[in-house]
Each structure stands twice: as C-alpha cells, then as structure tokens.
C-alpha cells in the first residue's frame, strides 16, 4: 500500500485525493484485522486519515466572510488538522515515514495554502472580523493566546 500512496501524492491534487479515497476504500476492511488489533497493519490506519484529508480537500471553502470560516474551522476545519496529526504519528516508522509524508505534501499543504489564501482575501476585502475584549469582573484574569487549536 506504501507504493500505491506513493504513486497518488505524484498524481494532480484531485486525482490525488480520489486515489487516496479509492485506497481507503479498499482497505478499510484491514483495520479490524487481526493484524491490525496487532498493530501490524499501520497504513491501513494511516490511510483512514490521509482519507479524512483527501475529503477536506475535495471540499470547496465554507464561509462568505472571514467570521464565517473562522467559525467553519471552529465547527469542522480542526478536524482535518486533528487527522493530518494522526497520519504523522504514523509515520515515525521509518519506512512509513515517506508514503505518508508524500500525501500530506501532496494534499495537507495544498490544503492548508488554500484555507490561509482564502482568509487572507476575505480580510483584504472585509477586514478583520470585529472582536471585543470580553468583560472580566474584577480578581479574573484574562489570558490570551496566540494560537488557533481546537482540538
């Protein structure tokens, strides 16, 4: 499967992720294996999130505005982030490591260069959304990170 997942990240981005859905589609099965119970059957579980990848890429982005896809990836979007996480956990087998790297290079990155791409336009056009400092009553603090996780 190593070789297969190979052949889809050299494949144009949409041929890429119907290959990786095709795979998933036909290997799924394997994860309830004994095998896989074994923990011998380590692409089969990396391909069910170089899957879940594959579907957000397929997607078009959601939201007309950049609250709105703020509160998309809020709702949703983290969840691509949560398995792109999950498939390179995978991947520190080092014969594991170039398959599925070369999927999220192909697929992740794409992804991710469209999702910022896409906020960045919508904050050129409308600016950045509103947000107020929330009222703290006294003796809370207030602690702000500069981060976006939600996971």
Not at 14 to 22: E, G, I, K, Q, R
Not at 77 to 93: E, F, L, P
Request: aromatic share 8%; proline share 5%.
């Amino acid at each position: 499967m190593g070789a297969e997942l190979l052949q889809a990240s050299l494949l144009a981005p949409a041929a890429a992720a119907s290959a990786v859905l095709a795979l998933e589609a036909r290997h799924a099965s394997r994860r309830e294996t004994l095998w896989a119970r074994m923990g011998r059957a380590p692409l089969a579980q990396a391909t069910k999130h170089l899957a879940d990848v594959a579907r957000a890429f397929a997607e078009p982005l959601v939201g007309g505005s950049a609250s709105e896809m703020a509160q998309s990836y809020a709702d949703s979007g983290w969840r691509v982030d949560a398995a792109a996480r999950a498939a390179m956990a995978i991947a520190q087998q080092e014969q594991l490591e170039k398959p599925i790297y070369a999927v999220l290079e192909a697929l992740y990155r794409r992804w991710l260069e469209r999702l910022a791409q896409g906020f960045q336009a919508m904050v050129r056009r409308d600016g950045y959304p509103h947000w107020q400092l929330p009222e703290v009553p006294p003796g809370v603090v207030l602690l702000f990170v500069d981060g976006l996780r939600f996971d």
